[in-house]
């Protein structure tokens, strides 16, 4: 048995990859959502924007860094859990992309490996081209951007 071109090695479990594939990306999308929540939640809640402020944004030369950090908490916390419902998904998707090059620059200089002393890059570089894949999808299925019939 073949699902599309491909030839299963286990033929039994084509009926369970046919039926789970539609939910593989929704699953994709929530999750990439949910993992900043928590990155808004320490900015906007236990003082981690301080933090972020003056050691990460002002020595990359960003104006006004302390208002920057706290957008950053509420872009992750609340465009996260927007991103996980699938709601203005594309938007979102891009804040998080430009948002994520710059967390690459930041820690390209640690190395690719983000077990690395201070974490590379790996993990952002991955999110990043996730965000992007988000962008050029869209919000697709199981989400409220489609359950409205609008997606931006």
């Avoid at 999308?29 to 924007?49: E, N, Q, T």
């Avoid at 609340?78 to 804040?95: D, E, H, M, N």
């Amino acid at each position: 048995m073949a699902t599309g071109n491909t030839r299963l090695i286990f033929p039994g479990l084509a009926g369970l990859y046919e039926g789970l594939q539609p939910y593989g990306y929704p699953v994709m999308r929530f999750a990439v959502g949910v993992v900043f929540m928590y990155h808004g939640y320490a900015k906007l809640f236990h003082g981690f924007a301080g933090y972020v402020a003056l050691h990460i944004l002002t020595p990359m030369g960003f104006p006004i860094p302390y208002v920057l950090a706290y957008y950053l908490g509420i872009l992750e916390f609340f465009g996260g859990a927007a991103l996980a419902l699938g709601l203005f998904t594309r938007p979102i998707a891009l804040l998080f992309a430009i948002e994520m090059v710059f967390v690459v620059k930041w820690h390209f200089h640690n190395g690719y490996f983000f077990s690395s002393a201070h974490g590379g890059y790996e993990f952002p570089l991955l999110m990043l081209f996730l965000y992007i894949g988000i962008l050029f999808a869209g919000s697709g299925r199981c989400s409220i951007d489609r359950a409205i019939g609008k997606e931006f």
